[in-house]
C-alpha cells in the first residue's frame, strides 16, 4: 500500500508566500517524478510544477519565477514555495508522484486528496 499526503494549504493575501508539502509513504522501492496540479473554480486540473528522480524541474509560464518545487527524497517528499501569491493561484492544489512499488516492482500513480489554497485580502 503506498499513500500520499499533503498539507500546507490555507488563506493568505495577495503578494504573501505559502508552502506545500506532499509525502509518499508505504511500500515504496524508488519514486520517479512528483508534482503539483492544481484545479481553480470552473477550470480544469492543470499542471504547475513538477521535478523528475534527477531533479529536472518543470513549470508553468504563469508560476515561473515565483513558484519553486524541491524534494527530499529520503523522505519521499516534495515540496511547493509559492511566492507573490496572486488571486488567480486560488484553486485546490493536488500532489501527483509515480513510481515503483517494492517486492512486486509495479508502477504505481497516485493523486493526494488535494488542499486549498486560496489568496485574498
Known amino acids: 500500500q503506498v499513500q500520499v499526503v499533503e498539507s500546507g494549504g490555507d488563506l493568505v493575501q495577495p503578494g504573501g508566500s505559502l508552502r506545500l508539502s506532499c509525502a509518499a509513504s508505504?511500500?515504496?522501492?524508488?519514486?520517479?517524478?512528483m508534482g503539483w496540479y492544481r484545479q481553480g473554480p470552473g477550470k480544469e486540473r492543470e499542471l504547475v510544477a513538477s521535478?523528475?528522480?534527477?531533479?529536472?524541474?518543470n513549470y508553468a509560464d504563469s508560476v515561473k519565477g515565483r513558484f519553486t518545487i524541491s524534494r527530499d527524497n529520503a523522505k519521499n517528499t516534495v515540496y511547493l514555495q509559492m511566492n507573490s501569491l496572486k488571486p488567480e493561484d486560488t484553486a485546490v492544489y493536488y500532489c501527483?508522484?509515480?513510481?515503483?512499488?517494492?517486492?512486486?516492482?509495479?508502477?504505481?500513480?497516485?493523486w493526494g486528496q488535494g488542499t486549498l489554497v486560496t489568496v485574498s485580502s
Open positions: 508505504g511500500s515504496i522501492s524508488r519514486i520517479e517524478t
Open positions: 521535478v523528475t528522480s534527477d531533479g529536472s524541474t
Open positions: 501527483h508522484v509515480d513510481g515503483v512499488r517494492r517486492i512486486s516492482y509495479q508502477r504505481f500513480e497516485l
